[in-house]
Nanobody, 126 residues
Framework: QVQLVESGGGLVQAGGSLRLSCAAS????????MGWFRQAPGKEREFVLS????????SYADSVKGRFTISRDNAKNTVYLQMNSLKPEDTAVYYC???????????????????WGQGTQVTVSS
């Protein structure tokens, strides 16, 4: 099994940037599909983006396309979410997740993910 720990959240002004980290332990995630999801107060958890390192396919929510990107450091077994041009509507708890079963297709469905982090709060002020 994989343990995931997010960090890097915080308070930022609209238009600013943040980089979230998702450190994995227990096994490598270099061949797993990694996804980021978020949940705002009073709302359901929603898909942000996901990537398959094997197929090199990335899937983005329309709301973040062109602003958010994902990258990784295999040596650190860590995945990053770079968030630029942040908007108040990006305010949420952000979760990283690993899909260990389907390494080729970057799923948008949270039910496909086996492991989840505890989340990190991102607050964007207007």
């Amino acid at each position: 099994q994989v343990q995931l720990v997010e960090s890097g959240g915080g308070l930022v002004q609209a238009g600013g940037s943040l980089r979230l980290s998702c450190a994995a332990s227990g096994r490598t995630v270099s061949r797993a599909v990694m996804g980021w999801f978020r949940q705002a107060p009073g709302k359901e958890r929603e898909f942000v983006l996901s990537i398959s390192w094997i197929s090199e396919r990335t899937s983005y929510a329309d709301s973040v396309k062109g602003r958010f990107t994902i990258s990784r450091d295999n040596a650190k077994n860590t995945v990053y979410l770079q968030m630029n041009s942040l908007k108040p509507e990006d305010t949420a708890v952000y979760y990283c997740a690993a899909d260990l079963s389907r390494p080729v297709v970057p799923s948008r469905n949270d039910r496909d993910y086996d492991c989840w982090g505890q989340g990190t709060q991102v607050t964007v002020s207007s």
